[in-house]
């Protein structure tokens, strides 16, 4: 199967126009199944998805060696189209709680080591720092990067939700392929200074979160429960009220979704592929199933009658609760 293709911004690579975001088929999500997240990542490779996400802190590790497999075990011509993305820096205790950032150059390349012997590969593709660390500025963090690229280890130099000056500081420093930030219907901040700032400087957007963790998917319902080891039952967006308004929402789109004759999930992936030929969603499947239903996004045209059928479903801000718990939204320089 051959899918279209985009452009990581002026200078990066050429990528699959949905890339699979690996995250949660290490456990961010309640427990997953190893070998369906490795047929999954086949299925993606064999259906045309080149982009492959992953964070070095994703089960610590546990991301980066399930792509090693499923890289290893992909027919060759497959293994050589993927390109892998990589954010660095989070700090993270064994019971999983949260210790801040470290983007300090030695910490850069000390990840950057690790990173490409879990993955097996001599370079990552696209490299970033999961967060602006407050305590080293964004130049020196993107210039130790750009050391690794000078090297041969890194391809391109990526950014992560960080907001418009701290993008301009970093574009001045060294060329900046793209910026990888929440963005879907219900999370629509990067269009008001973010968005524009990169459209000027020739950086593209790899969004994550297009289904809103799942929120609005269509597949939840009011009564849905989740692990403690889920990251949503920590989320402010699926807590008590806010949950049941934001699956009100759903509903709206989904009576928008039937017409077309398409899921709600599809009808949200395709807003967001609609929003520019410069943003690459990331879909989050973990199961064959779900990865298929996501790719049947691509086909889905929206006309501008069906845009404002789903603006008036879904304005802007109009979803009940942060897409973080306060702690983690303190550490999104995006949203300072």
């Avoid at 602006?132 to 992560?160: C, F, K, M, Y």
Wanted: overall charge negative; charged content about 20%; aromatic content about 6%.
């Amino acid at each position: 199967m051959t899918i279209q293709t985009r452009n990581l911004g002026t200078t990066g690579p050429q990528v699959s126009a949905l890339g699979l975001g690996c995250m949660g088929m290490s456990g961010m999500y309640g427990e997953s199944d190893r070998a369906e997240s490795i047929a999954t990542i086949h299925a993606a490779l064999e259906a045309g998805v080149t982009l492959l996400d992953t964070g070095d802190f994703y089960g610590m590790g546990h991301n980066e060696l399930l792509i090693s497999e499923a890289l290893r075990t992909a027919p060759p011509a497959l293994r050589e189209n993927a390109l892998i993305s990589v954010k660095f820096g989070a700090q993270r205790g064994p019971d999983g709680a949260w210790h801040g950032y470290d983007a300090r150059p030695a910490a850069v390349k000390t990840w950057a080591a690790y990173s490409l012997q879990r993955l097996g590969v001599d370079h990552i593709d696209v490299y970033r720092p999961a967060r602006l660390d407050p305590n080293v500025p964004i130049e020196e963090t993107v210039g130790a990067i750009a050391e690794l690229v000078d090297q041969g280890h890194v391809r391109h130099i990526g950014l992560s939700e960080v907001g418009a000056e701290t993008i301009r500081r970093a574009a001045a420093t060294a060329p900046i392929a793209d910026l990888q930030i929440e963005y879907a219907l219900i999370s629509r901040g990067p269009e008001r200074e973010i968005l524009p700032t990169l459209r000027e400087l020739g950086i593209a957007v790899t969004a994550y979160g297009v289904l809103s963790r799942g929120l609005i998917s269509g597949h939840f319902s009011a009564d849905r429960g989740f692990a403690a080891n889920d990251f949503r039952a920590h989320s402010p967006r699926f807590k008590g009220e806010n949950f049941q308004h934001n699956l009100t929402l759903v509903e709206s789109l989904r009576k928008i979704a039937e017409q077309k004759g398409v899921s709600v999930a599809q009808i949200a992936i395709a807003w967001v592929l609609s929003r520019g030929e410069d943003i690459v969603p990331l879909v989050g499947a973990r199961t064959r199933e779900r990865l298929g239903e996501a790719l049947g996004a691509l086909d889905v045209t929206l006309d501008a009658a069906d845009l404002a059928a789903i603006e008036a479903a879904v304005p802007a801000d109009a979803a009940a609760g942060e897409r973080y718990a306060p702690a983690q939204m303190a550490m999104l320089d995006s949203e300072s």
